[in-house]
């Protein structure tokens, strides 16, 4: 009789354990979920924001091409005046020798 209430205290401790681990998985379980949408959340914005970057990548290279090809007007420009004032002293000195001839 006392090996029957022993082992019923035993199963009735098992059980409570068992429980009391049923009860820990369940809200382990629950955490996993929460940093399981945590996780999704923040690799979709780990996407988002290397899309992003690619973007700006693209403008940034279109800008500079940009800025490249201003430049290369700019010294086309500067070229052509420079030419031009070499024309115009030119013709200004063949002006004055045919003034003093």
Do not use: P
């Amino acid at each position: 009789q006392a090996k029957l209430a022993q082992s019923q205290d035993s199963l009735a401790t098992a059980k409570a354990h068992g429980e009391s681990a049923e009860r820990e998985c369940q809200r382990l379980s629950g955490e996993v979920e929460k940093l399981d949408a945590k996780l999704s959340s923040a690799e979709a914005e780990a996407r988002a924001l290397v899309q992003d970057k690619g973007m700006m990548a693209g403008q940034l290279q279109e800008k500079d091409q940009q800025a490249k090809s201003l430049e290369q007007r700019l010294n086309d420009a500067l070229t052509k005046i420079s030419g031009l004032e070499q024309e115009l002293a030119k013709a200004g000195k063949g002006g004055k020798k045919k003034e003093e001839n």
